[in-house]
């Protein structure tokens, strides 16, 4: 099978845009960070990507976070801003834009979207009475609860009693189930298809799209004693990063080839809501959307009172950014639910990168150096499997990520770094440099092909690592599917120590 680069593929890819009333942790970092991946390796294909990612500033939760902290609500939203725009950039997060929800032109279009529902007569007037948890902006009923209490925050939600403007949910839902069950729109994996399709058997009410005692929103079309509900204009944010509303070229080529990327506890809003309000404004429902599981960490829910929140920037600190990368990817598989476990990151740190990876690039250069004078020697082919077996890797991590598999396709290149391994043992290119030059050339050759794939399969995930071992190799660091096989006689570079051994304790 071979790449399939022919088609230029063109992918919107998004993450859920988060709240600002806390600070960024592994739960946020972790969508993010996956979503760059896949849009590294797609941009290296040569698709036409596009990564959106953000923060949700409206509502409650984020008034009351702003108030507890003493600061005007405009002073800190844009103070937590800049805390995940700083914690992207630290963990080298390369997206084409970062919406923000008080953008002057997100909500200029939210109103033009509100206005279009009006037109359609798929907005009434009604009183809301009923249960709301500020921690979730949701809205419950009796049987959601547990104890009483919201099943999330484990808090009783309040109750609110006033006049709303509700979304005639109902006359979509049909539409919505059909696109599931045909699978033209996607929801994965497929526990929560599931999940959603049970939702839509129980009955999905039509439900409050404004809010009247939140002053800290939009102002609702049409009637300033309301403002629109934070989750409405929130969901909104995948088209307005697009322009969609003010006649943007971007939103012609980007909708609907949307990949959503979300945790599984937002489920219920993007793939039910999310599709019926784009249906109801005439606008399609977006392509696909995955939700990952929840984080735990040492086995327990993280959580600021339990003081075991793991905050992305002392893992980069402490690990490198590459590693705090791979270090997160590499602990469960995108979509499960997983443990994060604190105590092993050294020791799978030490196993898989520095004497996995990182030990093999410079056996593997100091042997080149030693033997053929830092050149590349003559590649023979049919002396190992390891050519053919970077084919397969390739391939192999080419499907891993059309199925968002990124666990698996990390799995994929530790393989062919342990099959390399493996060569050099049973080779001995040391003895080879007694009694067999041709062979020995050959085998290095293969070597050094290793290390050429392995730059390219490891670019999205650690992208300053794979461009060391691209530079070493006298690539020119970018990412490409050029043929791998040096020529003979590049001249190769010393790298310096990728992933340094860490001590225990
Ligand atoms: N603002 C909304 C999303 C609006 S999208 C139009 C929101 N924000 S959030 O900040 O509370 O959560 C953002 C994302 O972080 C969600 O996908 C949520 O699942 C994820 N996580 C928060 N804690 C998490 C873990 N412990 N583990 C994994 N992800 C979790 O919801």
């Not at 009923?130 to 309040?158: A, S």
């Not at 499997?385 to 059309?402: G, M």
Request: net charge negative; glycine share 8%.
């Amino acid at each position: 099978m071979k790449d399939k680069k022919a088609s230029r593929g063109v992918r919107y890819i998004t993450t859920p845009i988060y709240y600002v009333n806390d600070k960024p942790h592994i739960g946020h970092v972790y969508t993010t960070l996956v979503a760059d991946v896949l849009s590294r390796w797609w941009r290296a294909r040569g698709d036409d990507v596009f990564f959106l990612t953000g923060t949700d500033e409206h509502g409650a939760k984020i008034a009351e976070s702003a108030q507890e902290a003493g600061v005007s609500v405009e002073e800190f939203t844009e103070r937590q801003r800049q805390r995940f725009k700083d914690a992207f950039a630290k963990l080298d997060v390369a997206y084409d834009a970062f919406i923000s929800t008080t953008d002057e032109a997100h909500e200029r279009q939210v109103g033009v979207f509100l206005e279009k529902l009006k037109e359609r007569s798929v907005i009434y007037a009604g009183e809301y009475r009923g249960l709301y948890c500020t921690g979730c902006e949701d809205f419950y009923t009796e049987k959601d609860l547990i104890d009483g209490t919201c099943p999330i925050h484990k808090r009783k939600p309040e109750e609110i009693a006033e006049k709303n403007y509700f979304f005639k949910l109902s006359q979509f839902v049909g539409e919505v189930g059909q696109r599931i069950r045909d699978r033209s729109m996607l929801i994965e994996p497929a526990a929560r298809r599931n999940e959603v399709l049970a939702l839509l058997r129980d009955g999905m009410p039509d439900f409050s799209i404004s809010r009247e005692k939140v002053q800290w929103g939009i102002p609702f079309p049409g009637d300033q004693a309301q403002t629109v509900y934070v989750w409405v204009e929130a969901l909104q944010n995948y088209i307005t990063a697009l322009g969609a509303l003010d006649g943007d070229a971007r939103f012609e080529k980007y909708w609907p080839h949307s990949l959503h990327l979300i945790g599984k506890d937002i489920l219920k809003f993007h793939a039910i809501w999310w599709p019926a309000l784009l249906l109801a404004a005439g606008m399609e429902p977006p392509k696909r959307i995955f939700a990952h599981g929840f984080f735990t960490v040492n086995g327990q829910k993280m959580s600021k009172s339990l003081g075991n929140v793991i905050d992305p920037l002392a893992l980069a600190e402490k690990y490198g950014v590459d590693a705090a990368r791979y270090l997160l990817l590499s602990q469960f598989p995108f979509g499960d639910d997983g443990d994060v476990q604190e105590a092993k990151f050294d020791e799978k740190y030490n196993a898989d990168l520095a004497n996995g990876i990182g030990n093999l690039v410079s056996r593997v250069l100091t042997m080149v150096t030693k033997f053929c004078g830092g050149e590349a020697p003559e590649a023979i082919d049919g002396v190992t499997d390891l050519p053919k077996r970077c084919t397969e890797t390739r391939d192999a991590v080419s499907a891993a990520f059309e199925a968002l598999r990124l666990y698996e396709a990390l799995g994929e290149i530790r393989a062919l770094a342990t099959a390399a391994d493996e060569t050099v043992d049973r080779e001995k290119p040391w003895e080879l440099a007694k009694n067999d030059a041709t062979r020995l050339s050959a085998v290095l050759a293969d070597l050094l092909t290793v290390l050429a794939e392995l730059s390219v399969l490891l670019a999205p995930f650690m992208p300053e690592a794979a461009k060391k071992i691209a530079v070493a190799l006298g690539r020119d660091g970018t990412v490409g599917d050029g043929a791998l096989r040096l020529p003979k006689g590049r001249a190769l570079h010393a790298v310096p120590s990728l992933f340094p051994r860490r001590q225990k304790g």
